[in-house]
């Protein structure tokens, strides 16, 4: 992940925001920097010392770019034309009408003096149908100082009419600033618990904020995605702040109910591909097309944000391609649920997965009707933006979900989601029955630290849905023969 720029002292005693650069590298320099090709840095604003004399100046990634009116031309709109060309077809006289966007304000740190500030081009009608723009100035992206400034824009239709514009840009700083953030919670969320169990842990997604000043920091969840919720409904508290400490929150709500009557293996929600839980850090790929095509743009309904694309994209020459979920602990996964590309026509037409515990043993799900079982191959899309949701003949306990795409439509292109239950929290450290999962223990504890112990015991999710816990002692010289339980040290207090 790159850095943020930040601010920095200009030579002539100016706090100045700093933008992203890239910086062609000599081949010794990148190879000794890991790269050999360009690499990014922070610096000052390029239009900042106006480069371009006569025309607009637009920064890009590797400097600037000049735009000039129609009377010069050159790298520096430096070199005059004799004259602009004149449409003498036709006798048109109606000037473009021009569109500016709203006025701007943003806010900066004490401190920083100007700040770079991007906004949405103005935009014409003509009755010729064709208006163009040929100045605008200063441009988006420019380094605006404290106060207000005006941006012109002016249009020319073919006849060489010309339309203009006018809106400001206006950089107060914080101590004006008393706008709170707008702060947009996740939907209330709902999960079902199986009869006898009080309690459950949920994750939620994050709360979004926006604000005037173009920054939002959130400084307080209560209680936190992942917390312990108990049975009935808990109130979500979430609150950001901006620079100038004005605060904005939202609530939502947390409800675990009782289900009486679904069996647990049918039990089944999204995992969190979709909504951002699974972090991008959790997907790996046998390969990726390129930057703008990684496993991150592999969630479910995610659109294409340019320059990224929509879906995740495997290698043209990958024969054996895979993109897999690391889901941190083991989950119970009921289905899987695929998406086309976004932006092109490409999707994975059919697929296998594949399960895995230790991240190295993966085995494939299996056909459960056939003898012997053979690799369950799903069928997967026939257009870019349907999902099409595959249940397991078999429920699979996995913490690495594998999805190999079989067959493709032009090339290996999806989104997808997981479905299931959990965590599953039971370990080798348990022996269940039908009823009750029994923590192992040497038998080193004495009677208050083993009530204690009992006392903080959380239900434990299993395959077969979530199920009281209790301990075990265990007698060395007989395995597993009982020297006493939770709920004998309950009777004893």
Same mark, same amino acid.
């Given at each position: 992940?790159?850095? #943020?720029?930040?601010?920095?002292?200009?030579?002539?005693?100016?706090?100045?925001?700093?933008?992203?650069?890239?910086?062609?590298?000599?081949?010794?320099?990148?190879?000794?920097?890991?790269?050999?090709?360009?690499?990014?840095?922070?610096?000052?604003?390029?239009?900042?010392?106006?480069?371009?004399?006569?025309?607009?100046?637009?920064?890009?990634?590797?400097?600037?770019?000049?735009?000039?009116?129609?009377?010069?031309?050159?790298?520096?709109?430096?070199?005059?034309?004799?004259?602009?060309?004149?449409?003498?077809?036709?006798?048109?006289?109606?000037?473009?009408?021009?569109?500016?966007?709203?006025?701007?304000?943003?806010?900066?740190?004490?401190?920083?003096?100007?700040?770079?500030?991007?906004?949405? =081009?103005?935009?014409?009608?003509?009755?010729?149908?064709?208006?163009?723009?040929?100045?605008?100035?200063?441009?988006?992206?420019?380094?605006?100082?404290?106060?207000?400034?005006?941006?012109?824009?002016?249009?020319?239709?073919?006849?060489?009419?010309?339309?203009?514009?006018?809106?400001?840009?206006?950089?107060?700083?914080?101590?004006?600033?008393? #706008?709170?953030?707008?702060?947009?919670?996740?939907?209330?969320?709902?999960?079902?618990?199986?009869?006898?169990?009080?309690?459950?842990?949920?994750?939620?997604?994050?709360?979004?904020?926006?604000?005037?000043?173009?920054?939002?920091?959130?400084?307080?969840? $209560?209680?936190?995605?992942?917390?312990?919720?108990?049975?009935?409904?808990?109130?979500?508290?979430?609150?950001?702040?901006?620079?100038?400490?004005?605060?904005?929150?939202?609530?939502?709500?947390?409800?675990?109910?009782?289900?009486?009557?679904?069996?647990?293996?049918?039990?089944?929600?999204?995992?969190?591909?979709?909504?951002?839980? $699974?972090?991008?850090?959790?997907?790996?790929?046998?390969?990726?097309?390129?930057?703008?095509?990684?496993?991150?743009?592999?969630?479910?309904?995610?659109?294409?944000?340019?320059?990224?694309?929509?879906?995740?994209?495997?290698?043209?020459?990958?024969?054996?391609?895979?993109?897999?979920?690391?889901?941190i602990t083991t989950y119970r996964i009921n289905e899987v649920g695929t998406q086309g590309r976004e932006d092109l026509f490409q999707w994975v037409t059919s697929?296998?997965?594949?399960?895995? $515990?230790?991240?190295?043993?993966?085995?494939?799900?299996? =056909?459960?009707?056939?003898?012997?079982?053979?690799?369950?191959?799903?069928?997967?899309?026939?257009?870019?933006?349907?999902?099409?949701? =595959?249940?397991?003949?078999?429920?699979?306990?996995?913490?690495?979900?594998?999805?190999?795409?079989?067959?493709?439509?032009?090339?290996?292109?999806?989104?997808?989601?997981?479905?299931?239950?959990?965590?599953?929290?039971?370990?080798?450290?348990?022996?269940?029955?039908?009823?009750?999962?029994?923590?192992?223990?040497?038998?080193?504890?004495?009677?208050?630290?083993?009530?204690?112990?009992?006392?903080?015991?959380?239900?434990?999710?299993?395959?077969?849905?979530?199920?009281?816990?209790?301990?075990?002692?265990?007698?060395?010289?007989?395995?597993?023969?009982?020297?006493?339980?939770?709920?004998?040290?309950?009777?004893?207090?």
């Open positions: 992940m790159f850095l #943020e720029c930040k601010p920095k002292q200009h030579p002539n005693g100016t706090m100045v925001q700093t933008i992203p650069k890239l910086i062609s590298l000599s081949a010794a320099v990148g190879r000794a920097r890991g790269s050999t090709h360009t690499h990014r840095m922070c610096r000052f604003p390029d239009c900042e010392r106006n480069p371009c004399e006569n025309g607009w100046c637009e920064e890009t990634m590797e400097g600037y770019k000049c735009h000039c009116p129609a009377e010069v031309q050159g790298k520096h709109c430096n070199e005059h034309v004799d004259e602009p060309p004149v449409n003498s077809l036709t006798d048109d006289d109606e000037k473009p009408v021009v569109t500016c966007p709203d006025d701007i304000i943003r806010y900066v740190v004490p401190g920083v003096t100007s700040l770079n500030v991007n906004f949405p =081009n103005a935009t014409a009608t003509d009755n010729s149908g064709k208006a163009s723009l040929i100045r605008v100035t200063p441009p988006s992206g420019s380094l605006f100082q404290l106060g207000t400034t005006e941006v012109h824009y002016v249009f020319e239709d073919p006849s060489g009419n010309v339309g203009s514009c006018r809106f400001t840009v206006t950089v107060n700083g914080t101590a004006d600033d008393d #706008e709170h953030p707008v702060v947009t919670c996740p939907d209330d969320t709902i999960r079902y618990v199986v009869p006898g169990v009080t309690s459950l842990n949920v994750t939620f997604p994050n709360a979004t904020a926006t604000d005037n000043s173009g920054k939002a920091s959130v400084i307080r969840v $209560i209680p936190p995605s992942g917390s312990l919720f108990q049975l009935g409904t808990t109130e979500v508290h979430y609150v950001f702040e901006d620079p100038s400490w004005n605060i904005g929150a939202c609530i939502c709500t947390v409800s675990v109910t009782v289900n009486e009557t679904a069996e647990v293996a049918n039990m089944s929600y999204a995992l969190g591909m979709e909504n951002g839980i $699974i972090p991008g850090s959790s997907l790996s790929a046998s390969s990726v097309f390129d930057y703008f095509h990684s496993t991150a743009r592999a969630r479910l309904n995610l659109p294409r944000l340019a320059p990224y694309a929509g879906a995740w994209s495997a290698r043209s020459h990958d024969v054996t391609p895979w993109i897999q979920v690391d889901l697929y296998k997965i594949s399960c895995g $515990i230790d991240g190295f043993n993966h085995h494939i799900v299996k =056909n459960s009707s056939t003898k012997p079982k053979t690799d369950k191959v799903f069928i997967g899309n026939i257009d870019r933006n349907t999902v099409v949701r =595959n249940t397991l003949p078999v429920p699979a306990v996995c913490r690495y979900v594998r999805l190999v795409p079989i067959t493709y439509h032009k090339h290996v292109s999806l989104r997808m989601e997981l479905y299931g239950y959990g965590p599953l929290t039971v370990g080798p450290e348990w022996r269940c029955t039908p009823k009750k999962c029994y923590h192992v223990d040497a038998g080193l504890r004495n009677w208050t630290e083993a009530y204690h112990f009992c006392h903080d015991l959380e239900p434990v999710t299993t395959l077969a849905g979530d199920k009281r816990p209790s301990l075990l002692f265990i007698n060395t010289t007989k395995e597993y023969q009982v020297v006493k339980r939770c709920s004998y040290l309950y009777d004893k207090y």
